[in-house]
């Protein structure tokens, strides 16, 4: 899908002061390609030309004509450019000759392109059997702009307890965004990531493997001795019980 697009070239002319100020009157012009459609159909082609910040004459290639903001700008406007068709077709033309032609490059250059985002899941705050743990999906590095961040929890959609940031511009035509889900550590729960981009054919899941919690890793542990001791303890159980009936038997 095409962005709105804005193609924008300045023209300036420094006049100095007659006094040699450091000051100066700047006569510009600035031309503008305005579109939002993916085929480029909607294109407005605007030049407008001014006198310091003051506009003095603009041409708007739906309007057709020119159109003067200044006694000076309305007098050029009806006794020399709107009486001259072939300045209004040349002006008419720089749709397709200049906006288009320009506007093609950089859909292609760059609008069009994708950038696959990288991601990275983060425990922000651990939590225990009593208090929540708090972890966070960093997406960096993606273009285009618009990007969904979403959780599953055991394969279920997440639609509370999530903060999301808005997608943040690195500086570099890329982008990032943060994702922070709150929950509570459970055995055996699985946490994930969905990140759905442009540069994706389908969405991607990211697991999350947070650590286990110490109350959880000393259960086990005990659990691990436990067993390990019950394990030993039929196995001599066993040994003692098969000594026995050997010495019976007189072996």
């Given at each position: 899908?095409?962005?709105?697009?804005?193609?924008?070239?300045?023209?300036?002319?420094?006049?100095?002061?007659?006094?040699g100020?450091?000051?100066?009157?700047?006569?510009?012009?600035?031309?503008?390609?305005?579109?939002?459609?993916?085929?480029?159909?909607?294109?407005?082609?605007?030049?407008?030309?001014?006198?310091?910040?003051?506009?003095?004459?603009?041409?708007?290639?739906?309007?057709?004509?020119?159109?003067?903001?200044t006694?000076f700008?309305v007098?050029?406007c009806?006794?020399?450019?709107?009486?001259?068709?072939?300045?209004?077709?040349?002006?008419?033309?720089?749709?397709?000759?200049?906006?288009?032609?320009?506007?093609?490059?950089?859909?292609?250059?760059?609008?069009?392109?994708?950038?696959?985002?990288?991601?990275?899941?983060?425990?922000?705050?651990?939590?225990?059997?009593?208090?929540?743990?708090?972890?966070?999906?960093?997406?960096?590095?993606?273009?285009?702009?618009?990007?969904?961040?979403?959780?599953?929890?055991?394969?279920?959609v997440?639609?509370?307890?999530?903060?999301?940031?808005?997608?943040?511009?690195?500086?570099?035509?890329?982008?990032?965004?943060?994702?922070e889900?709150?929950?509570?550590?459970?055995?055996?729960?699985?946490?994930?990531?969905?990140?759905?981009?442009?540069?994706?054919?389908?969405?991607?899941?990211?697991?999350?493997?947070?650590p286990v919690?110490?109350?959880?890793?000393?259960?086990?542990?005990?659990?691990?001795?436990?067993?390990?001791?019950?394990?030993?303890?039929?196995?001599?159980?066993?040994?003692?019980?098969?000594?026995?009936?050997?010495?019976?038997?007189?072996?």
């Amino acid at each position: 899908m095409s962005l709105p697009g804005l193609l924008s070239f300045h023209h300036v002319l420094m006049l100095s002061v007659l006094t040699g100020a450091a000051d100066g009157y700047y006569n510009y012009r600035w031309t503008q390609c305005i579109y939002s459609s993916p085929d480029l159909s909607d294109m407005v082609f605007i030049e407008g030309f001014y006198f310091n910040k003051y506009p003095l004459v603009k041409f708007n290639s739906t309007v057709g004509k020119f159109v003067g903001f200044t006694e000076f700008g309305v007098r050029n406007c009806r006794v020399l450019w709107n009486k001259d068709p072939n300045i209004l077709q040349q002006e008419k033309a720089q749709v397709d000759v200049f906006c288009r032609h320009n506007a093609e490059i950089t859909e292609a250059a760059v609008y069009n392109k994708t950038v696959q985002p990288k991601v990275k899941l983060s425990s922000v705050t651990p939590g225990d059997k009593t208090h929540p743990a708090l972890v966070m999906c960093s997406v960096y590095d993606f273009y285009p702009e618009s990007i969904k961040v979403s959780w599953l929890q055991d394969g279920v959609v997440v639609t509370s307890d999530v903060t999301n940031t808005e997608e943040l511009p690195n500086g570099n035509w890329l982008y990032q965004i943060h994702s922070e889900l709150e929950y509570t550590p459970k055995l055996g729960q699985k946490i994930s990531c969905v990140v759905e981009h442009a540069s994706f054919s389908k969405p991607m899941i990211y697991d999350w493997d947070p650590p286990v919690p110490e109350f959880e890793f000393n259960i086990q542990l005990l659990f691990t001795i436990e067993t390990a001791g019950l394990v030993l303890g039929i196995l001599i159980a066993a040994a003692g019980f098969i000594y026995y009936k050997m010495k019976s038997a007189g072996l």
